[in-house]
T-cell receptor
């Protein structure tokens, strides 16, 4: 069975600084997608970034970037220039081939951005 | 609509009552998913529809849980004879090009 592990239950960062959230996963599949989702206190889950496993280049979306290490099965999220609005639960998730398949989530990391 | 909507947003039920949770997906999205999110945990898959066909229900925790999507758009998750362990947030997501868009969830509290 596929598993996703987020080893940091809580993290905090000062506004404008950089923070990295960790995620590891376990799968025997070769083709898959990895995601980071953000869930603010209002509870609506929002996609932050997506990485296709067959792509070597790390995905970036404005202040958000990932460090994808396929051999190590590691998928960390870096947030640069942290903003107060980044305060949220962050979930790492895995999807087999991205073919409209169910997501497997980690337990999440609560990130607090302090002013 | 602009996004996935769910109703009600909050539901309190007495143990043993039946509940029905509604999901309105983004118009045109063929795939629809239900997830259960316990307090302090990540969402866990319950079931998946492609149009009106329920293709995967492996995550439903018991036969008290039932989901339907009769016309391939709106979906309803029904829980019969609710138990305290059913208390959770129930998330619905619809999918386009392998991206899942989530609704705000329904928080179910069973007393």
């Amino acid at each position: 069975a596929q598993t996703v592990t987020q080893s940091q239950p809580e993290m905090s960062v000062q506004e404008a600084e950089t923070v990295t959230l960790s995620c590891t996963y376990d799968t025997s599949e070769n083709n898959y997608y990895l995601f980071w989702y953000k869930q603010p206190p209002s509870r609506q889950m929002i996609l932050v970034i997506r990485q296709e496993a067959y792509k070597q280049q790390n995905a970036t979306e404005n202040r958000f970037s990932v460090n994808f290490q396929k051999a190590a099965k590691s998928f960390s999220l870096k947030i640069s220039d942290s903003q107060l609005g980044d305060t949220a639960m962050y979930f790492c998730a895995w999807d087999f081939s991205g073919s409209n398949y169910k997501l497997t989530f980690g337990k999440g990391t609560l990130l607090t951005v302090n002013p | 609509g602009a996004g996935v909507s769910q109703s009600p947003r909050y539901k309190v039920a007495k143990r043993g009552q039946d509940v029905a949770l509604r999901c309105d997906p983004i118009s045109g999205h063929v795939s629809l998913f239900w997830y259960q999110q316990a307090l302090g945990q990540g969402p866990e898959f319950l079931t998946y529809f492609q149009n009106e066909a329920q293709l995967d229900k492996s995550g439903l925790p018991s036969d008290r849980f039932f989901a339907e999507r009769p016309e391939g758009s709106v979906s309803t998750l029904k829980i019969q004879r609710t138990q305290q362990e059913d208390s959770a947030v129930y998330l619905c997501a619809s999918s386009f090009e392998a991206l899942q868009f989530f609704g705000p969830g329904t928080r179910l509290t069973v007393l």
